[in-house]
């Protein structure tokens, strides 16, 4: 089930769904919703020992900032919506 990740614009987290229309197999693997319509990705990620999260907006212009890593979820929902809100205002 889809869960509320901010207030304005709305944006939605749910689990990320493959092609073939299955849940991804990590429960720390999201999608981001707006309008019925998935517009990123959020997903945990481990590497080196180190627990990080990673941030994207499908669809982005080269050299528009559509992705990063975060140390936290919140850390990565901000940084997200930053950007997102930044592509809104470019539109």
């Given at each position: 089930?889809?869960?509320?990740?901010?207030?304005?614009?709305?944006?939605?987290?749910?689990?990320?769904?493959?092609?073939?229309?299955?849940?991804?197999?990590d429960?720390?693997?999201?999608?981001?919703?707006?309008?019925?319509?998935?517009?990123?990705?959020?997903?945990?990620?481990?590497?080196?020992?180190?627990?990080?999260?990673?941030?994207?907006?499908?669809?982005?212009?080269?050299?528009?900032?559509?992705?990063g890593?975060?140390?936290?979820?919140?850390?990565?929902?901000?940084?997200?919506?930053?950007?997102?809100?930044?592509?809104?205002?470019?539109?």
């Amino acid at each position: 089930m889809p869960t509320a990740f901010n207030l304005e614009p709305e944006l939605l987290l749910r689990r990320n769904i493959g092609p073939d229309a299955s849940p991804s197999l990590d429960a720390e693997d999201y999608e981001i919703v707006h309008d019925g319509k998935a517009v990123g990705r959020l997903s945990r990620s481990d590497s080196d020992g180190r627990v990080s999260w990673q941030w994207s907006i499908y669809g982005a212009i080269a050299g528009q900032h559509s992705n990063g890593i975060a140390d936290s979820p919140s850390d990565a929902k901000a940084c997200f919506l930053s950007a997102w809100q930044g592509l809104l205002g470019h539109v």
